[in-house]
């Protein structure tokens, strides 16, 4: 038996092994072509499409819209951006990352998560500031200046090693991370702890009534969320070398949620998809006007109005219904 | 220690009185809004700055400063109208409204922002003060213009609750905000009472940038800078509730005001933002209840 | 820019008629500045500054014998975009070299990425002592003051004009704000004037009233600030407002009071004092010749931005012309200690740490406008070389 989230599950596999086929064509291009802009503007697309998986875990899963996920995004860029300054290595970075990920997640969880709604995306919103304000204030942290100076690094991977600084090395490594991202996302979701947030969202009482403690289960998809954030933000000074206030203000946040509309909310492979979209439109708009602003905005309102379940509404019920078709038989 | 009472600490709480005049302008129609659509406007800031700049284009025309003050809200009524109208029912009924509403609000706050700085370039104005001079009281000093602002500001305020909670127009957004369906079926006009309050608050953004622009000045990206208090406020007074809003809001800006004359004035927004969350955990919905229940 | 692109196209069509010479290909400089956000008023100041010499030079055979084309990019003032636009101009678009970032975060980021992609970059505008400084690079270029000249010759001026000046500190509440007013205050301290007080307020604050009454209560003859921009408008305002102008005489930092909001300020700026690198009143032939070239081709004066930018201009021709070349190695030892002419005077880059020498202007407004009451010998505000790296 197969449900309808189970066939919308997997769905989002297809469109994701479809993004993974594009992502190789486009990097044996990019190999043969000898480019490194547009590999590496693709590869900063990704890292902020797993930003925006992990604001797309809270609102369509969860049902909390966060406007302050840039918090956890800016953490593992400073916090590998020292990391890496001090010990050049990967797996340093990684680790120190998720721990503060961690620290962090719980920390926050516990405040964001005593309301919900308007409110929760207030509070997180209001969260991300104060620490934006404190970077932005914090000798130590490069304050205003960001923390330059990361240095180019070789990430051993045990068989082999890819170094930072190459274009197709780096942006095929961090396709392959997103892509672990998304599928670890989409096994938890898949979970009964997955199922048991899908019905939070739809109704929190009855999940209450049914005996789970609802509050251990939105903390634990803002955990989840937390980290994917942290560490997508953790690869960020990798790709560019700095890390900067500014990752941490409310335009990264804000783009996030942009990019989870435009891709479809509650999809997972939307964020993906929508980051590259917006990359797309960011790059296409902003040579022709730097009034992009209102582009963009029409644009996002446009979808909130006319396409709620953002681009992949138009393309996911035609693959659900093949693959439904195949299931029955 | 007299010198210092003269001079600092009455000054303080003075100057913190109207700023929370300012504050409880702006917020005053963010918490109608919530209060009766229970919708989170988030371009309700860059209605503000639109106020100002609608203010700022007609007094270089040569209006005076006293037909602003009724030109400018009565412009934005009809604007706010054909926002609540044409973008907000839209997704009225949308499943998760206070999200999608919230989502569609910020796309158009980004849009609003960008078209001002389109029309009127991204450089700062600022408009002539229109009462100057200034009176001492007890030693502090104070100028005109701001207890004029008090003044008014006080007048909106009253004069908003007194149409909201003892008129016949405020019994139906009451009624409406209470119950929608039993308002509907006693002949309320719901649909364009949600309309009229909307544009209502908007045209309150407005005001308060005709009030506030002599003072702080006007440029595309001033709605940002009260925003967040203006959340602040209505959180903390109970979403939809105006006597919280005020009372919030006066709270509020003297906490501001007195902790960055202690501690660190760059410390005044996370004491605030710490009450904020205070108060959401222990009392989320607010100091007072709202609309549909006062 | 489609504009700009066919003005160029034109030029170079009647360069060609007219039977100049010139080689294929232009040299491409490529202009990473904020178009929109916060400074985008100053970055329509780089633009023009820019625009003005590129339109000279090419009218007179460009550099080589090759034209010059700008490309422009908009970095919204975020360090994240200016990066990446920066890379995609020397990626794709190939320039020779780069100019343009206005804050100081943007300008060592794409430094550090000029480093690494061994290209040339040069500020008009960051003012960051740190860039010539503790996080100077081989690759980065600064032709306009920084903040420790400008606070030298602001000091230097305060000494013979306010002996022992009473002096009280009101600054933006932001790691950069915090060391302007401390650098300010080591030289009041080092000329033997007196510090009261200080106080800093939160970045983009609405009202500044509330700091008033530790200021009144102080006395101080002199305020120094380092707040900016709108920012500037609400602290002079209010000031004005609370009648605390009178017997006050305000200082501050040079990105206080500028072309994008001094008519905003109006009345409050009058007599308001600072250090710069330009203004449009410095009394040469060479200036006013192109003060009135830029108003006819903008319809606005030049200010200290657009000025720099000028001259960065004619600082990259004197340094290709040099070294026969556009290669980096070559063009980079041709600018170190380069001599130019600029309508500012005659400026010079350290080889040491590739900060711009220059004299510095002491101006105060007077009737709305900046009048020069001071000059500085560029090598009295220079400061001490403490670059390292190389």
Same mark, same amino acid.
């Given at each position: 038996m197969r449900d309808a989230i189970t066939l919308q599950t997997r769905a989002g596999h297809w469109l994701v092994a479809l993004l993974v086929l594009g992502g190789l064509v486009f990097a044996v291009v990019g190999f043969a072509t000898g480019d490194t802009f547009y590999l590496r503007l693709a590869t900063e697309a990704l890292i902020f499409g797993g930003l925006a998986l992990s604001v797309d875990i809270l609102l369509g899963y969860t049902g909390l819209l966060s406007l302050g996920q840039a918090l956890y995004f800016g953490l593992g860029a400073y916090v590998s951006a020292l990391a890496l300054i001090a010990w050049q290595s990967f797996w340093a970075a990684i680790g120190a990352s998720l721990a503060a990920a961690l620290v962090c997640g719980l920390a926050g969880g516990l405040i964001a998560n005593r309301v919900r709604g308007v409110y929760f995306a207030l509070i997180t919103f209001g969260m991300a500031q104060v620490l934006a304000k404190a970077v932005y204030n914090t000798r130590a942290l490069g304050a205003s200046d960001g923390l330059i100076g990361v240095p180019v690094l070789d990430i051993n991977l045990g068989l082999f090693s890819v170094s930072s600084a190459s274009? @197709?090395?780096?942006?095929?490594? @961090?396709?392959? @991370?997103?892509v672990l991202f998304y599928v670890l996302a989409a096994y938890l979701l898949d979970t009964p702890f997955g199922r048991l947030l899908i019905a939070l969202k739809a109704n929190e009482n009855r999940v209450l009534f049914i005996g789970y403690r609802t509050s251990t289960l939105r903390l634990g998809s803002y955990l989840v969320a937390a980290v994917i954030a942290t560490l997508s933000g953790a690869l960020y000074p990798m790709l560019r070398g700095f890390a900067s206030p500014e990752l941490l203000f409310f335009s990264t946040s804000g783009n996030a949620v942009i990019t989870v509309i435009l891709g479809g909310v509650g999809t997972l492979v939307g964020a993906l998809y929508g980051s590259v979209l917006l990359t797309i439109v960011k790059s296409v708009v902003g040579s022709w006007t730097e009034h992009h602003l209102i582009v963009?905005?029409?644009i996002f309102m446009a979808v909130v109005v006319l396409l709620p379940k953002g681009l992949m509404g138009l393309v996911q019920p035609a693959l659900v219904s093949v693959l439904g078709r195949g299931s029955r038989r | 220690m007299l010198d210092y009472l003269q001079f600092v600490l009455t000054p303080q709480i003075v100057t913190g009185l109207a700023l929370?005049?300012?504050?409880?302008?702006?917020?005053? &129609?963010?918490?109608?809004?919530?209060?009766?659509?229970?919708?989170i406007n988030m371009s309700h800031g860059e209605f503000y700055a639109l106020g100002a700049f609608i203010a700022l284009a007609l007094g270089q025309v040569g209006l005076p400063f006293w037909a602003l003050l009724f030109a400018v809200p009565i412009l934005m009524l009809p604007i706010g109208y054909l926002v609540e109208r044409g973008l907000i029912q839209r997704v009225f009924h949308s499943k998760d409204r206070h999200i999608t509403t919230l989502l569609l609000t910020f796309g158009f706050a980004l849009v609003l922002e960008d078209a001002l700085r389109l029309v009127f370039g991204p450089n700062p104005y600022k408009p002539e003060t229109p009462i100057r001079g200034a009176v001492e009281v007890l030693g502090t000093y104070l100028p005109l213009y701001r207890l004029f602002m008090v003044a008014i500001g006080g007048l909106v305020i009253? &004069?908003?609750?007194?149409?909201?909670?003892?008129t016949r127009l405020g019994a139906m957004v009451r009624a409406a905000a209470f119950d929608r369906n039993m308002a509907a079926s006693l002949g309320v006009p719901v649909e364009r009472v949600y309309a009229g309050a909307f544009a209502f608050g908007v045209a309150l953004a407005g005001l308060a940038g005709v009030l506030l622009a002599p003072i702080y000045s006007v440029f595309p990206t001033m709605g940002r800078d009260f925003i967040l208090l203006a959340f602040t406020v209505i959180i903390v007074g109970g979403m939809g509730s105006i006597g919280g809003a005020v009372i919030a809001g006066l709270f509020l800006t003297q906490v501001q005001a007195i902790s960055s004359l202690y501690i660190s004035p760059v410390w005044a927004d996370p004491i605030v933002f710490g009450i904020m969350v205070i108060m959401l955990v222990v009392r989320p919905q607010g100091l007072r209840g709202g609309l549909g229940h006062a | 820019m489609l504009r700009l692109k066919s003005t160029l196209a034109a030029l170079s069509v009647s360069a060609m008629l007219s039977g100049t010479a010139i080689a294929a290909d232009p040299i491409k400089i490529g202009v990473v500045t904020p178009l929109s956000g916060t400074y985008a008023g100053i970055g329509q100041q780089v633009r023009w500054g820019l625009e003005l010499a590129t339109k000279e030079l090419n009218a007179t055979g460009g550099i080589m014998g090759r034209q010059i084309e700008l490309i422009f990019e908009d970095e919204e003032a975020n360090p994240s975009v200016a990066v990446q636009k920066a890379e995609k101009l020397f990626q794709v678009s190939k320039v020779d070299f780069l100019t343009g970032t206005v804050n100081s975060g943007s300008t060592l980021a794409v430094g550090q990425l000029a480093e690494r992609s061994d290209k040339l970059i040069a500020t008009t505008v960051s003012f960051a002592d740190s860039i010539t400084g503790d996080k100077c690079s081989p690759n980065v270029f600064r032709v306009n003051a920084k903040a420790g000249q400008q606070s030298a010759a602001l000091a230097a001026w305060l000494v013979k004009a306010k002996p022992q000046a009473k002096v009280y500190y009101l600054g933006p509440d932001y790691e950069m704000g915090r060391s302007t007013v401390a650098a300010f205050k080591s030289n009041v301290d080092r000329v033997g004037g007196q510090?009261?007080?200080?106080?800093?307020?939160?970045?983009?604050?609405?009202d500044y009233t509330q700091y008033f009454g530790q200021l009144r209560a102080a006395r101080p003859q002199v305020l120094y600030t380092s707040v900016a921009g709108n920012d500037t408008v609400r602290l002079l305002t209010q000031l004005q407002e609370f009648g605390l102008l009178e017997g006050l005489t305000i200082l501050g930092a040079s990105g206080t009071v500028t072309a994008q909001n001094i008519a905003a300020i109006g009345k409050a700026v009058e007599g308001f004092v600072t250090g710069v690198g330009y203004t449009a009143e410095i009394d040469t032939p060479e200036n006013k010749k192109f003060v009135a070239a830029f108003q006819a081709a903008n319809k606005a004066d030049p200010d200290l931005y657009g000025a720099d930018s000028y001259g960065l201009i004619y600082a990259y021709k004197a340094a290709v012309d040099k070294a026969n070349s556009t290669e980096t190695a070559k063009v980079r030892d041709a600018l170190r200690g380069l001599a130019w002419d600029t309508p500012q005077g005659k400026k010079t880059i350290r080889a040491g740490d590739?900060?711009?020498?220059? $004299?510095?202007?002491?101006?105060?407004?007077?009737?709305?406008?900046?009048? $020069?009451?001071?000059?500085v010998a560029a090598a009295d505000a220079i400061g001490p070389d403490v670059c390292t790296r190389f």
């Amino acid at each position: 038996m197969r449900d309808a989230i189970t066939l919308q599950t997997r769905a989002g596999h297809w469109l994701v092994a479809l993004l993974v086929l594009g992502g190789l064509v486009f990097a044996v291009v990019g190999f043969a072509t000898g480019d490194t802009f547009y590999l590496r503007l693709a590869t900063e697309a990704l890292i902020f499409g797993g930003l925006a998986l992990s604001v797309d875990i809270l609102l369509g899963y969860t049902g909390l819209l966060s406007l302050g996920q840039a918090l956890y995004f800016g953490l593992g860029a400073y916090v590998s951006a020292l990391a890496l300054i001090a010990w050049q290595s990967f797996w340093a970075a990684i680790g120190a990352s998720l721990a503060a990920a961690l620290v962090c997640g719980l920390a926050g969880g516990l405040i964001a998560n005593r309301v919900r709604g308007v409110y929760f995306a207030l509070i997180t919103f209001g969260m991300a500031q104060v620490l934006a304000k404190a970077v932005y204030n914090t000798r130590a942290l490069g304050a205003s200046d960001g923390l330059i100076g990361v240095p180019v690094l070789d990430i051993n991977l045990g068989l082999f090693s890819v170094s930072s600084a190459s274009p @197709v090395g780096f942006f095929l490594f @961090v396709l392959a @991370v997103t892509v672990l991202f998304y599928v670890l996302a989409a096994y938890l979701l898949d979970t009964p702890f997955g199922r048991l947030l899908i019905a939070l969202k739809a109704n929190e009482n009855r999940v209450l009534f049914i005996g789970y403690r609802t509050s251990t289960l939105r903390l634990g998809s803002y955990l989840v969320a937390a980290v994917i954030a942290t560490l997508s933000g953790a690869l960020y000074p990798m790709l560019r070398g700095f890390a900067s206030p500014e990752l941490l203000f409310f335009s990264t946040s804000g783009n996030a949620v942009i990019t989870v509309i435009l891709g479809g909310v509650g999809t997972l492979v939307g964020a993906l998809y929508g980051s590259v979209l917006l990359t797309i439109v960011k790059s296409v708009v902003g040579s022709w006007t730097e009034h992009h602003l209102i582009v963009i905005g029409l644009i996002f309102m446009a979808v909130v109005v006319l396409l709620p379940k953002g681009l992949m509404g138009l393309v996911q019920p035609a693959l659900v219904s093949v693959l439904g078709r195949g299931s029955r038989r | 220690m007299l010198d210092y009472l003269q001079f600092v600490l009455t000054p303080q709480i003075v100057t913190g009185l109207a700023l929370g005049v300012a504050v409880i302008l702006v917020a005053l &129609g963010l918490t109608i809004i919530f209060g009766l659509l229970d919708v989170i406007n988030m371009s309700h800031g860059e209605f503000y700055a639109l106020g100002a700049f609608i203010a700022l284009a007609l007094g270089q025309v040569g209006l005076p400063f006293w037909a602003l003050l009724f030109a400018v809200p009565i412009l934005m009524l009809p604007i706010g109208y054909l926002v609540e109208r044409g973008l907000i029912q839209r997704v009225f009924h949308s499943k998760d409204r206070h999200i999608t509403t919230l989502l569609l609000t910020f796309g158009f706050a980004l849009v609003l922002e960008d078209a001002l700085r389109l029309v009127f370039g991204p450089n700062p104005y600022k408009p002539e003060t229109p009462i100057r001079g200034a009176v001492e009281v007890l030693g502090t000093y104070l100028p005109l213009y701001r207890l004029f602002m008090v003044a008014i500001g006080g007048l909106v305020i009253v &004069g908003t609750a007194l149409i909201v909670y003892r008129t016949r127009l405020g019994a139906m957004v009451r009624a409406a905000a209470f119950d929608r369906n039993m308002a509907a079926s006693l002949g309320v006009p719901v649909e364009r009472v949600y309309a009229g309050a909307f544009a209502f608050g908007v045209a309150l953004a407005g005001l308060a940038g005709v009030l506030l622009a002599p003072i702080y000045s006007v440029f595309p990206t001033m709605g940002r800078d009260f925003i967040l208090l203006a959340f602040t406020v209505i959180i903390v007074g109970g979403m939809g509730s105006i006597g919280g809003a005020v009372i919030a809001g006066l709270f509020l800006t003297q906490v501001q005001a007195i902790s960055s004359l202690y501690i660190s004035p760059v410390w005044a927004d996370p004491i605030v933002f710490g009450i904020m969350v205070i108060m959401l955990v222990v009392r989320p919905q607010g100091l007072r209840g709202g609309l549909g229940h006062a | 820019m489609l504009r700009l692109k066919s003005t160029l196209a034109a030029l170079s069509v009647s360069a060609m008629l007219s039977g100049t010479a010139i080689a294929a290909d232009p040299i491409k400089i490529g202009v990473v500045t904020p178009l929109s956000g916060t400074y985008a008023g100053i970055g329509q100041q780089v633009r023009w500054g820019l625009e003005l010499a590129t339109k000279e030079l090419n009218a007179t055979g460009g550099i080589m014998g090759r034209q010059i084309e700008l490309i422009f990019e908009d970095e919204e003032a975020n360090p994240s975009v200016a990066v990446q636009k920066a890379e995609k101009l020397f990626q794709v678009s190939k320039v020779d070299f780069l100019t343009g970032t206005v804050n100081s975060g943007s300008t060592l980021a794409v430094g550090q990425l000029a480093e690494r992609s061994d290209k040339l970059i040069a500020t008009t505008v960051s003012f960051a002592d740190s860039i010539t400084g503790d996080k100077c690079s081989p690759n980065v270029f600064r032709v306009n003051a920084k903040a420790g000249q400008q606070s030298a010759a602001l000091a230097a001026w305060l000494v013979k004009a306010k002996p022992q000046a009473k002096v009280y500190y009101l600054g933006p509440d932001y790691e950069m704000g915090r060391s302007t007013v401390a650098a300010f205050k080591s030289n009041v301290d080092r000329v033997g004037g007196q510090s009261l007080g200080e106080v800093f307020a939160p970045l983009d604050s609405k009202d500044y009233t509330q700091y008033f009454g530790q200021l009144r209560a102080a006395r101080p003859q002199v305020l120094y600030t380092s707040v900016a921009g709108n920012d500037t408008v609400r602290l002079l305002t209010q000031l004005q407002e609370f009648g605390l102008l009178e017997g006050l005489t305000i200082l501050g930092a040079s990105g206080t009071v500028t072309a994008q909001n001094i008519a905003a300020i109006g009345k409050a700026v009058e007599g308001f004092v600072t250090g710069v690198g330009y203004t449009a009143e410095i009394d040469t032939p060479e200036n006013k010749k192109f003060v009135a070239a830029f108003q006819a081709a903008n319809k606005a004066d030049p200010d200290l931005y657009g000025a720099d930018s000028y001259g960065l201009i004619y600082a990259y021709k004197a340094a290709v012309d040099k070294a026969n070349s556009t290669e980096t190695a070559k063009v980079r030892d041709a600018l170190r200690g380069l001599a130019w002419d600029t309508p500012q005077g005659k400026k010079t880059i350290r080889a040491g740490d590739h900060q711009a020498e220059q $004299i510095m202007y002491v101006v105060q407004v007077t009737g709305g406008k900046f009048k $020069i009451v001071a000059q500085v010998a560029a090598a009295d505000a220079i400061g001490p070389d403490v670059c390292t790296r190389f």
